[in-house]
Each structure stands twice: as C-alpha cells, then as structure tokens.
C-alpha cells in the first residue's frame, strides 16, 4: 500500500521560508511523478509543482515560480519543495501526490502539512 507522509509545515511570517518533505512508501516509485498541490481554506486543491522520475522535468504554477523548487531523492523516496519569499496567499494545506508516469490524474495523496504565513 502506497503511503505518502508529509513534514516540514509550520508558522512562518511573510518573506520567510520554509522546506517540505514528503516521505514515500509502500512501493517502487520508478516511474511516477510527483506533485504538490495545495488547498487553502474556502478554496478548492490547486496544483503547486510536479516532478518527473528522473527530475529532469519539473512545471510549477504560475503563482509559485521563482519561489518555490521541487526536488526528489530516487535513493530515499522523498520529494522536497523549498518555499522561499511566503506570502499570506501561500497560506494552505500542502498535500504530497503521485501518479504512474502514464496516469492522467494523481492518485496517491498524503494527509497534507499546514503552512500558514503571517503578514
């Protein structure tokens, strides 16, 4: 059984930065893309990044660009999304998310990380 566990949520004030951690089990993820998305109170989820299997292709949302990296370690099963520069409007919770390489949507999701950000 796939198990995604998400860390490194907290409270941060605007300008500031914060690291996120997803740990991946329960399978061989060779092959999946990995993906944060985000889901702020009152909001629907919304895409934040993904990242492919070998890292060389990553896609961001427009209001994170510049911000936010994606990252992965094949070795240890774990996807990274470094947050730099926080605004109040990052304010959500952060969900971790795979899918196979050849899926349309993603289909595994952890239990997501609060991040709030302070003005």
């Known amino acids: 059984q796939v198990q995604l566990v998400e860390s490194g949520g907290g409270l941060v004030q605007a300008g500031g930065s914060l690291r996120l951690s997803c740990a991946a089990s329960g399978r061989t993820f060779t092959g999946y893309v990995m993906g944060w998305f985000r889901q702020a109170p009152g909001k629907e989820r919304e895409f934040v990044a993904r990242i492919t299997w070998t ?6 949302a427009d209001s994170v660009k510049g911000r936010f990296t994606i990252s992965r370690d094949n070795a240890k099963n ?19 998310a795979a899918r196979q390489f050849f899926a349309a949507e993603f289909n595994y999701w952890g239990q997501g990380t609060q991040v709030t950000v302070s003005s």
Do not use: H
Not at 78 to 96: G, H
């Open 55 to 60: 890292g060389g292709s990553t896609d961001y």
């Open 78 to 96: 774990t996807v990274l999304l470094e947050m730099i520069d926080l605004k109040p409007d990052d304010t959500a919770v952060y969900y971790c």
